[in-house]
């Protein structure tokens, strides 16, 4: 279907566009910016007056609990590549299982699924899972999810193998043993609240055992969800003696901390925990300098599991459909551009999955988001598509509506 | 039951007409018990011009209330204390206005709890009336109504004077 | 930030925490507390305040102590009381806190007494009714997790003010486990709102939670030079489960250089006050000498724990 947006304004932060344009669309792909290509005849005309044209937002953390009610929440909240980590139930340690997923969400037709495979079985941290087969099935990447492995041994021969099919490892850094008693980040809130504490420790000892790890086999490492300053700042220098290492920040820990838990909300907890103002600030400056991607961590919890005293309740927040308010919100704070902003959740995340999408390069498959950045909505159970309902922000405002979705270039959200 | 005259009577004249009325009534060795705070004050005048010997009992009525429910407890609550055994006494129960009688039924309720008394006898300097119990006194010095919304407190002054206020709700 | 704790009028309508009561509202019931002292020194202890009501004791931790004060204190306002002990195992055959919890109202409860592991468990509570619509029911925490001890907290200023009259010419020292001390939090939050100017911690390392000095509080790690002085000492209970996970080595050690003996208290003030929430470890924490010692007020503190918990009972229930 050949399909012209116009009067929109267009943001490809990969090729640098920024201005009021139109965009054309054939065969599923990217045809042609500003003006129409040759025999091109528009059966289909978006009318993006008012709205920013980008390229669909690409995840690089969501659970999809129940796949169907997920995607669609997710193209809801433009984002049209979703990276799910392999601790489902059961996880994904089994090519079979990555094939039922990838197939289920083509014919779901909504977002694309990149699964990550489990780099062990059942998550255990003890024997390798079938990565080459997985990767085959479809898994992009391996992954713990937020299991850490305890044994060293076992994380390096893991590390190893990948690094023989220059596979990469996604790690979320948590030393075991400093982390597993833990609710709350260890600073004066938990102090004062009685929360039994993870000390940011517990990033810091993981992400250096893991850096040295990557020294020794090459393997390519890409660390979730970093929270803390000085975690933030040893990725850096990681990357600054060159090794393969990236990393991403979840949203929610570039706009809250500890404070937030205010009187012991169970929607504040978090894993890894919201840590102390000085840590959401040195990670807002890494993600704005380019240092982190941006993703959601989109956890759906039932209402049953997280109202229960703080210690009990299940971590995370709903993610997908706020990831773009939310990443408007923090670029807002720090008076960045807004092509700034939408790289940390396009084409950021994808050089991490070193993937061609999350741009609008001629050629490129037509995965796009069309918003209005000044649209604002209220955050309430019904106003998502998701089952999960859980957030720290609900009843607030939000700013940035999604009016339309594209995934290989067929209209699959509309407002 | 006369209306409030324009300048408000003397309290301290008030209790040494309390006193007459009470003397003559003293043969049962009566102990006197004052409800916070005016007729604490009172029973302490009482104490002085009967010239009796032993300590005054002192009770404050908040867990004894009916108006729990809408009022919550008083904030500012102040202990009880009766120094002698009340089982078998003839108690004089003192307070300074007497107005639906719910103070003096919380009080006589409080005193039970202490023992089982020969008597009690109550003695107020005003009854204003609008009683919304059988309470009736048994030595009062002054029978006056006020208006809606008015009430009658009694004040310790800075030189230990007792004296009437009127005050509008 | 609304204080659960507060009504509208700004009058206590919860008890969850000392932390965020102002000045006067300890005060009141510290106040309202000696009144009740009054009432338990009678031959019928008994006032008719709270009379047709249900308090029900909602235990999830087990601690029969506690319970009993709480019980003795609601019978002496005349109200019904219902013991629940939910053990973790019958609260995991499906039946959720605030479920359990809406079935008690159901059952037409005033007040509830709660005394929950988890940290923040009766501001959870608290949250429930307000937004069901039960502000008439109230929550009073009986220890939540390393939180808060609320009452306990209360009625250790109840006995500083006793002995000590005026809060804001002492030194207070408090001993042991405060990282894992819900006791010690309440102790901290009231002593510095009602304006004690010293407030000395004492442990080694592992049993003190970082941040102490953000409370207002003088970390010690020698305990001679922590006791220095002191006009109140307050002992904390160590409890045996920290001998495991490294946080301590032995009983032995830590009543070497932890213990409150005969000799480190002549290094405070010679009418210092001894002060232990309960159950003591003799031997541990404290020298049978001190324990049975003059200077020692444990027992008060639980006579007065019956008057405290009266008033914070009353005046909630009023609101």
């Known amino acids: 279907m050949n399909i012209v947006i116009e009067n929109g304004r267009v943001i490809d932060p990969k090729n640098g566009v920024d201005r009021s344009t ?97 780099l062990t079985l059942g998550l255990n941290g003890e024997r390798l899972a079938e990565l ?110 060159g090794l393969p290492i990236t990393c991403d920040i979840g949203v929610h820990h570039l706009l809250l901390t500890e404070n937030d838990i205010g009187f012991f909300n169970p929607h504040a907890r978090f894993c890894p925990p919201l840590r102390a103002q000085n840590d959401r600030l040195a990670l807002s400056t890494a993600a704005a300098s380019g240092l982190a ?62 993937l061609t999408s999350g741009q609008l390069t001629v050629g490129a498959a037509a995965d796009i988001c069309i918003f209005d950045p000044e649209a604002t909505w209220q955050l309430t159970p019904e106003a998502l598509k998701s089952r999960g309902k859980n957030s720290p922000w609900t009843g607030y405002m939000m700013t940035g509506k999604v009016k339309a979705t594209l995934v290989g270039g067929r209209v699959v959200y509309q407002a | ?42 029973a302490e005048r ?112 800075d030189d230990g004077r007792l004296a009437w206020r009127l005050e509008n709700a | 930030m609304h204080n659960p704790q507060l009504n509208k009028d700004g009058e206590l309508t919860h008890l969850l925490s000392v932390e965020g009561l102002p000045q006067r509202i300890l005060t009141q019931i510290l106040d309202t507390a000696e009144s009740f002292m009054e009432v338990s020194a009678r031959e019928v202890k008994k006032v008719p305040l709270l009379r047709g009501k249900s308090v029900f004791n909602l235990f999830f931790e087990n601690s029969t102590r506690t319970r009993t004060t709480f019980e003795i204190a609601a019978k002496r306002l005349s109200a019904d009381v219902i013991n629940l002990d939910i053990n973790k195992s019958s609260a995991s055959k499906g039946e959720t806190l605030l479920d359990t919890i809406d079935n008690l109202c159901a059952m037409h409860a005033n007040l509830f007494v709660v005394r929950h592991a988890s940290s923040g468990a009766p501001y959870l509570i608290a949250e429930h009714l307000h937004r069901v619509g039960r502000d008439d029911i109230h929550v009073v925490n009986a220890g939540d997790g390393r939180h808060a001890h609320p009452t306990q907290g209360l009625l250790d200023m109840y006995t500083i003010r006793h002995f000590k009259k005026d809060f804001t010419q002492l030194r207070v020292a408090i001993v042991g486990d405060i990282l894992h001390s819900r006791v010690a939090r309440s102790d901290i939050h009231a002593l510095t709102t009602l304006g004690v100017p010293e407030v000395r911690a004492i442990g080694p390392e592992t049993l003190l939670p970082k941040h102490l000095d953000k409370l207002g509080v003088h970390v010690f790690h ?82 007065f724990g019956i008057a405290v918990r009266m008033a914070v009972m009353s005046i909630v229930a009023g609101n």
Request: glycine share 8%.
């Open chain 2, 1 to 42: 039951m006369s209306p409030l005259p324009s300048s408000l009577p003397d309290a301290e004249a008030q209790c040494r007409q309390l006193v007459e009325l009470i003397r003559p009534h003293l043969h049962h060795k009566p102990a006197l018990v004052g409800i916070f705070s005016g007729g604490a004050w009172i």
């Open chain 1, 293 to 354: 991607a941006i993703c959601s961590d989109h956890t759906p919890v039932a209402a049953d599991d997280k109202l229960l005293p703080f210690g009990e309740a299940k971590a995370g927040a709903t993610g997908l459909e706020v990831l773009l308010p939310l990443t408007l919100k923090w670029a807002e704070s720090l008076k960045l551009s807004l092509s700034a902003a939408l790289a940390r959740i396009t084409s950021a995340p994808a050089d991490v999955l070193g």
């Open chain 1, 132 to 241: 080459a087969g997985l990767k085959k099935a479809g898994c992009v990447a391996f992954s713990q999810a937020s299991k850490p492995v305890v044994d060293t041994e076992a994380l390096l021969r893991a590390m190893e193998y990948a690094a023989t099919f220059d596979f990469a490892v996604w790690l979320q850094p948590q030393d075991y043993w400093l982390s597993r008693n833990g609710i709350a980040h260890e600073g004066e809130v938990a102090s004062r609240l009685g929360l039994a504490g993870i000390p940011v420790a517990a990033e810091t000892i993981a992400i250096a055992t893991i850096v040295q790890l990557v020294r020794d086999t090459g393997c390519r490492v890409h660390l979730t969800r970093i929270s803390s300053a000085a975690g933030i700042a040893l990725v850096q220098r990681a990357q600054h003696d």
């Open chain 1, 22 to 118: 139109s965009l054309f669309i054939a065969d599923g792909k990217v045809a042609g910016l500003d003006e129409a290509p040759a025999g091109f005849t528009a059966e289909q005309t978006i009318d993006a007056s008012g709205c920013v044209v980008c390229p669909g937002l690409i995840d690089l953390g969501a659970r999809l609990n129940s796949i169907e009610a997920e995607l669609a929440a997710a193209v809801a909240g433009g984002v049209t590549s979703v990276v799910v980590p392999p601790d489902a139930d059961p996880p994904l340690d089994e090519p079979e299982l990555a094939d039922r997923l990838v197939h289920r969400a083509k014919e779901i037709g909504k977002a694309r699924v990149l699964p990550l495979g489990a």
């Open chain 3, 222 to 303: 020698d305990m001679e030079a922590g006791l220095k002085d002191c006009d109140v000492i307050i002992m904390l209970r160590l409890q045996n489960e920290r001998m495991t996970g490294a946080l301590l080595p032995s009983a032995g050690e830590y009543f070497r250089h932890y213990g409150l003996t005969p000799q480190k208290l002549a290094l405070a003030r010679p009418d210092a006050i001894v002060m232990h929430p309960g159950p003591m470890n003799r031997g541990v924490e404290i020298h049978s000498a001190v324990a049975d010692g003059s200077q020692a007020v444990i027992l008060p503190q639980v006579t």
């Open chain 2, 46 to 157: 009482l104490k002085q011009l009967l010239d009796l010997s032993e300590d005054i009992g002192l009770i404050d009525v908040s867990f004894y209330r009916d108006d729990f429910a809408e009022k919550g407890l008083h904030p500012q609550v102040k202990p009880t204390l009766i120094p002698f055994d009340v089982e078998g006494r003839h108690i004089i129960l003192v307070d300074d206005v007497l107005y639906t009688g719910r103070t003096t039924r919380a009080a006589i309720n409080e005193l039970f709890d202490y023992g089982r008394p020969a008597s009690i006898e109550l003695a107020v300097l005003a009854d204003r009336g609008g009683r919304e119990l059988p309470v009736a006194p048994t030595y009062c010095v002054w029978d006056v109504a006020l208006n809606d919304g008015d009430s009658l407190v009694l004040a310790k002054q």
